[in-house]
């Protein structure tokens, strides 16, 4: 692990671990009973001083393995001369816990306290339960203690990559939320100016226009009323102009064909089809003779139809999908169907806090325009959803 990585906490274990390893093996040299034995222990922390300052030992399991091979030898060596070398075993089950994977990790840790064992007898020491129970003992802690921290430390890295990605995903649903906002504002705008001022000024227009033609031919009000009449044209076409510059910026370059046939595209971000993913591929087609719609009849169709495809995408499952606008003679329609699992729109729950808003949010536009708004679906059957809005006077 690099060190720069360490906590204070396992900074102080690691400084411990290091003075138990220093303390030990200055006892074995100590009690050494041949110089051997003392140049051993000088070689052993030698080693174990050089590996722990190699940042290739940290780096890379296999230089770890090396050198836990060189420290092993040469601790065996030394246990080979005193059986004071023993404890040192204690230090060393938590280096090689740490450095090796576990699958080779434990084994080692086996055949430690297996050395430390026969060390000991084999020095001539009197056999009792403590010969055994201590290094098995050791070993049995140290695993315990290393494998528990490794479990908390991926539970940590764990929660704290959770947090990075909440945080994330806080801040795109805040600038989600804020486009959101900004889209609906202007939505709300542009049919406010649609219904209100727009509708206002072409009544005045054809009221002018009536009084006009009822005029006496060379009445002196004739003039006024044809400025009049003009002035109510301008202001209505600049109220237009306003209202298409509100419109969605789906709509702004474009008919709403065009809007429906670019939600259609592979890569759209309805989420459908395209390469890599699983989502459903999506056709598009006109029926009958398009008309200029008013603004307010193209942000709905174009909405319902945006809502209608990604419930498709979520939660269909669908291979297929088509999306039909049909120009009638007193009305527009649109037609979203599906070939997915269905559903029974009778046991469609109420919007909650988790979702449930697609459908009556759908409804409400087509119904807040005059119009109607059906889905048929059945389990195994597809989903179709239709929308008819009733054409205003004069398109």
């Known amino acids: 692990m690099d060190p720069r990585a360490l906590t204070p906490a396992l900074r102080a274990l690691r400084l411990c671990l290091h003075l138990?390893?220093?303390?030990?093996?200055?006892?074995?040299?100590?009690?050494?009973?041949?110089?051997a034995g003392t140049a051993l222990a000088v070689v052993t922390g030698a080693v174990y001083a050089a590996g722990s300052h190699l940042p290739s030992v940290r780096r890379?399991?296999?230089?770890?393995?090396?050198?836990?091979?060189?420290?092993?030898?040469?601790?065996?060596?030394?246990?080979?001369?005193?059986?004071?070398?023993?404890?040192?075993?204690?230090?060393?089950?938590?280096?090689?816990?740490?450095?090796?994977p576990a699958r080779w990790s434990l084994?080692?840790?086996?055949?430690t306290a297996g050395a430390a064992i026969l060390s000991y007898v084999g020095h001539g020491a009197a056999l009792n339960p403590g010969v055994f129970i201590g290094p098995l003992l050791g070993a049995a802690v140290a695993v315990a203690t290393v494998l528990g921290y490794q479990a908390l430390y991926r539970e940590s890295e764990r929660r704290r990559r959770l947090i990075e990605e909440l945080i994330t995903t806080r801040a795109e649903l805040a600038t989600a939320e804020r486009h959101a906002g900004t889209l609906a504002e202007r939505e709300r705008l542009a049919r406010e100016i649609h219904d209100t001022l727009a509708q206002g000024l072409s009544s005045i227009?054809?009221?002018?226009?009536?009084?006009?033609?009822?005029l006496p031919p060379g009445s002196p009000a004739a003039g006024h009323i044809d400025r009049a009449r003009r002035a109510a044209q301008d202001n209505l076409a600049e109220a237009r102009r306003f209202v298409r510059a509100l419109s969605p910026p789906d709509l702004e370059h474009g008919s709403l064909a065009g809007?429906?046939?670019?939600?259609?595209?592979?890569?759209?971000?309805?989420?459908?089809?395209?390469?890599?993913d699983a989502g459903p591929r999506v056709r598009f087609s006109v029926s009958g003779t398009p008309v200029e719609l008013p603004t307010p009849y193209e942000v709905a169709?174009?909405?319902?139809?945006?809502?209608?495809?990604?419930?498709?995408?979520?939660?269909?499952?669908?291979?297929?999908a088509e999306?039909?606008?049909?120009?009638?003679?007193?009305?527009?329609?649109?037609?979203?169907?599906?070939?997915?699992?269905?559903?029974?729109?009778?046991?469609?729950?109420?919007?909650?806090?988790?979702?449930?808003?697609?459908?009556?949010?759908?409804?409400?536009?087509?119904?807040?325009?005059?119009?109607?708004?059906?889905?048929?679906?059945?389990?195994?059957?597809?989903?179709?959803?239709?929308?008819?809005?009733?054409?205003?006077?004069?398109?």
């Open 20 to 35: 138990l390893m220093a303390g030990l093996l200055t006892l074995a040299a100590v009690r050494a009973d041949s110089a």
């Open 60 to 100: 890379s399991q296999r230089a770890a393995a090396v050198w836990l091979g060189v420290l092993g030898a040469s601790w065996l060596a030394l246990l080979w001369q005193t059986p004071e070398a023993l404890w040192v075993a204690f230090p060393l089950y938590f280096v090689q816990l740490h450095l090796l």
């Open 107 to 111: 084994p080692v840790v086996a055949l």
């Open 205 to 214: 227009q054809l009221l002018l226009r009536a009084a006009e033609r009822a």
């Open 259 to 276: 809007a429906l046939e670019r939600l259609c595209e592979p890569g759209a971000g309805s989420g459908t089809h395209g390469p890599g």
């Open 301 to 320: 169709l174009l909405r319902i139809a945006q809502s209608a495809l990604a419930n498709t995408v979520r939660h269909a499952a669908a291979s297929r």
């Open 323 to 395: 999306i039909t606008l049909s120009f009638m003679d007193a009305s527009v329609t649109l037609d979203v169907v599906d070939d997915g699992k269905g559903f029974d729109p009778a046991s469609v729950r109420r919007p909650s806090s988790d979702g449930g808003f697609g459908l009556p949010a759908m409804r409400s536009r087509a119904e807040s325009l005059g119009g109607t708004f059906t889905v048929e679906s059945a389990p195994g059957q597809g989903t179709a959803v239709a929308v008819s809005l009733p054409l205003p006077a004069g398109v």
